[in-house]
Nanobody, 116 residues
Framework: QVQLVESGGGLVQAGGSLRLSCVAS????????MAWYRQAPGKQRELVAT???????NYADSVKGRFTIARDNLKNTVYLQMNSLKPEDAAVYYC??????????WGQGTQVTVSS
């Protein structure tokens, strides 16, 4: 059974930083691309960043240059370093293994609140 446990969210002032973590179990972590998504109230879930099994990364235009995704295969953990946070970054953030067989696997998410 796939389990995804996100942590690291919180309240931060605009311009501040947070580092999110997600520990995955029940999957062969090292061979899976991983992604961070976010969902703000009243909005659809959106893709924020992805990292391939080889470490290649991609970002949504809205976070390029401010967010960094990384992974530690020994710890089955994916990270999202978020700098220069803006109020529009406020959302619940989720990690997700990017493989069709895991399409329904979501954790509880971690709340990020950015005050202006």
């Amino acid at each position: 059974q796939v389990q995804l446990v996100e942590s690291g969210g919180g309240l931060v002032q605009a311009g501040g930083s947070l580092r999110l973590s997600c520990v995955a179990s029940g999957i062969t972590f090292s061979i899976n691309a991983m992604a961070w998504y976010r969902q703000a109230p009243g909005k659809q879930r959106e893709l924020v960043a992805t990292i391939s099994s080889a470490g290649s990364t991609n970002y949504a235009d809205s976070v390029k240059g401010r967010f960094t995704i990384a992974r530690d295969n020994l710890k089955n953990t994916v990270y999202l370093q978020m700098n220069s946070l803006k109020p529009e970054d406020a959302a619940v953030y989720y990690c997700h293994p990017e493989r069709f067989q895991y399409r329904g696997a979501w954790g509880q998410g971690t709340q990020v609140t950015v005050s202006s």
